[in-house]
């Protein structure tokens, strides 16, 4: 593939954990994202002209920007110090929402850099960068969001050390309603609370429904991902920050969803679904829901995003 000079792309969101596979599993979702245009200019260098959507939040300083940062980790890595980046940076997903939002920009700006560049890096090779990404922007390296972000799908983080990630099978009519209500709920603090011993009981039951929920995405049986989704370990725990929490999960296994959950750290909220009509139905029903408990919310319903980030006209 030839360089370019100019690059536009799109990351999607996640939603990390699927549920039970808390650090290990992640699924891209097709809405929201981020995206990223990248202009090639004389002057060597990497700066950041423009960041809209983020509530003037997020630096323009690109040693302190994760799009910044991972552009520049690009070019040092392939000693390309001659060339001069211009980037502008759109938010399209809230920010602390559990729904990947600097794991999102994050991609943006890897796979961005390396499709103008020409591609001198595989997908798998930008991965330990993204990992560096995701530890400037939250304080910790995980790759739930980063890694179905960039490759899409549904991902399984098998091993950091090495670093081993693999594409899990996505069963055609899988889709997933997602409901962001408008309270914070940082990610730091919502690691801060776990507990960090768990009882063997409890670890054992957890290690069998994320056996059974890969098992029923090999095999498209979508009552077996129904059971495996649940989450014993972080879900007791993270839950009591999130308003109307048990309510919401009530009216997903009324409506028929296949499971409900958090996303990620919160506040963000996950039903998994067969079918697109039932997840568009199960948002609206959750966001009329919290606005009768004066809580205003975003909702997104989507399929499994197979592509993860892409490059746009």
């Not at 799009?67 to 520049?72: K, L, P, T, Y």
């Not at 776990?194 to 054992?204: G, Y």
């Not at 056996?211 to 059971?227: H, K, N, P, Q």
């Amino acid at each position: 593939m030839k360089e370019k000079d100019t690059v536009h792309v799109f990351a999607p969101a996640t939603s990390a954990n699927f549920i039970c596979g808390y650090d290990i599993l992640g699924v891209a979702l097709n809405e929201p994202g981020d995206e990223v245009r990248l202009k090639r200019v004389d002057k060597p260098g990497v700066t950041i002209t423009k960041i809209s959507g983020d509530n003037g939040l997020l630096p323009l300083d690109p040693d302190k920007n994760t799009v910044g940062a991972c552009v520049q980790m690009i070019l040092q890595h392939l000693k390309r110090h001659d060339i001069g980046i211009e980037i502008e940076l759109y938010k399209k997903m809230p920010i602390g929402s559990g729904l990947g939002s600097s794991a999102a920009s994050t991609i943006a700006g890897l796979f961005a850099i390396n499709r103008l560049l020409g591609e001198p890096l595989t997908k798998q090779e930008l991965l330990p960068f993204a990992l560096k990404g995701e530890e400037l922007a939250c304080g910790h390296g995980h790759a739930d969001n980063v890694a179905p972000s960039l490759l899409g799908g549904i991902t399984l983080i098998r091993s950091y050390h090495p670093l081993e990630v693999i594409n899990l099978p996505v069963p055609k009519e899988l889709c997933c309603s997602i409901i962001f209500p408008h309270v914070e709920v940082p990610t730091r603090a919502a690691r801060q609370i776990l507990r960090t011993k768990v009882e063997l009981k409890n670890a054992v039951t957890q290690w069998g429904n994320i056996a059974g929920l890969v098992t029923g995405l090999f095999l498209e049986d979508y009552d077996l991902i129904s059971r495996s989704l649940q989450d014993d370990l972080i879900e007791p725990t993270r839950s009591i920050l999130i308003p109307e929490f048990d309510a919401m999960r009530q009216i997903t296994k009324e409506f028929g969803a296949l499971g409900f959950g958090i996303s990620g750290s919160g506040p963000s909220v996950v039903a998994f679904t067969k079918g697109l009509e039932k997840a568009k139905e199960i948002t609206n029903i959750l966001q009329s829901f919290l606005k009768t408990k004066n809580i205003e919310s975003n909702g997104y319903s989507s399929s499994i995003n197979a592509h993860g980030a892409t490059e746009l006209p």
